[in-house]
Nanobody, 126 residues
Framework: QVHLEESGGGLVQPGDSLRLSCKASGRSFDSYALGWFRQAPGKEREFVAGISWSGDNTLYVDSVKGRFTISRDNAKNTMYLQMNNLRPEDTAVYYC???????????????????WGQGTQVTVSS
C-alpha cells in the first residue's frame, strides 16, 4: 500500500501563493496516477487537480484553472500543487491521493483512488 503525507499548507492573504507537497512511500511513485482533492467545512470533498502516471497529462477543476499547477517528481516520490492568486473560497483541507497500481490515467472520482494522505490545512483570509 502507498503511504502519502501532505505538507505546505498555512494561513495566507488573498492573492498570495502556496506550494503543497505530497511525499509517497511504500511503493513506486510512478506506477499510478495522482490527484489533489479538497474539503471545506460542511461540504463534500471535491476534485482539484489530477496528473497521469507519465506526468504529461493534467486536469483541473474550472475554479482553479490558470491559478494552480500540478506536477510530480517521480525520482523524489513527490507530487506538488503550486497555488497562485489564492482566494478565500480556496480555504479547505487539501488531500493528496493515489490510484491503484497500474491505474495510470487521470480520474476526478474519489472512488477511483486507493490511498489518501491525512490532509493539510489551507486558509486564505484577509
Amino acid at each position: 500500500q502507498v503511504h502519502l503525507e501532505e505538507s505546505g499548507g498555512g494561513l495566507v492573504q488573498p492573492g498570495d501563493s502556496l506550494r503543497l507537497s505530497c511525499k509517497a512511500s511504500g511503493r513506486s511513485f510512478d506506477s499510478y496516477a495522482l490527484g489533489w482533492f479538497r474539503q471545506a467545512p460542511g461540504k463534500e470533498r471535491e476534485f482539484v487537480a489530477g496528473i497521469s502516471w507519465s506526468g504529461d497529462n493534467t486536469l483541473y477543476v474550472d475554479s482553479v484553472k490558470g491559478r494552480f499547477t500540478i506536477s510530480r517528481d517521480n525520482a523524489k516520490n513527490t507530487m506538488y500543487l503550486q497555488m497562485n492568486n489564492l482566494r478565500p473560497e480556496d480555504t479547505a483541507v487539501y488531500y493528496c491521493a493515489a490510484r491503484d497500481v497500474g491505474r495510470i490515467l487521470i480520474s476526478e472520482d474519489t472512488n477511483d483512488f486507493r490511498s489518501w494522505g491525512q490532509g493539510t490545512q489551507v486558509t486564505v483570509s484577509s
